[in-house]
């Protein structure tokens, strides 16, 4: 949980949103440990199912209680996680040719970094293929509000929708097509980003580690640094359609 909350149990029963504003359930009960740490929440949703949510995915937003999606908290971590793991290396092969440490314990040091790092990639391209589906999932969910959308249009055009009815069920298209959009262009950046630390980690060299030579084969090694991986974040773009005819 981002900010503390002096009684969480205050909001047992009331409503529980994402990110995209969108209503999951009811505030049920929390994980409490034995110290009084707040370390998860237990959400009733729409259908009776109850699930449950780590602290971290729970925040604050105007007084209200947000859950944020898994996919995100973990993509956001690999994003901090994989170019630190990057610059420790770099600075590992800086040291050892500045001869700051001796080069038989570069060899223990880079293998450690190297075998975090390659498990952060597996981690970051198994994150790509979830989020891949996801996006799938919301293409599917934008594609059926649209049918939607077109079938309201077609009952209200034959007449058999009032003003009032169209108006409500124009609302709620509405306000899906906002919510899913909203987080399918999420997703989009997220995959963008993991997407670019990993091509920028193919494009870095391998790391020089200085060898014993003979003086007449004594040689500079040259770094290059990689390619950074922080390219600006595409718009968030909405497409609702208004219908522009006005009911009498």
Known sequence: ??????????????????????QIGRV???????????????VEHGDGEFLSYTSDQIKMDNGNLVISPTLKLKANSLCQEIPLIWRKDRALNELVEKKKIP???YDDLHLTFEGALNQLKDNAKGLVSEIDSEVDRCNKQIHELHSALINLEI?????????????????????????????????????????NLLLGEKTTPAPVVPQTKAPEETETPQVTTPVSANLPEPPVIIHVRNPNKQTS
């Open 155 to 195: 009952e209200r055009e034959i007449g058999r929708l009032n003003g009032e009815t169209y108006d409500k069920a124009l609302k709620i298209i509405q306000w899906g097509l906002k919510g899913v959009n909203a987080e399918k262009s999420d997703l989009e950046v997220l995959k963008s980003k993991l997407s």
């Open 103 to 105: 080069p038989e314990m």
């Open 1 to 22: 949980m981002s900010k503390p909350i002096s009684n969480p149990f205050l909001f047992v029963g009331n409503q529980i949103k994402d990110e995209y504003g969108r």
């Open 28 to 42: 049920a009960s929390f994980k409490v440990t034995p110290t009084g740490r707040i370390d998860g929440i237990f």
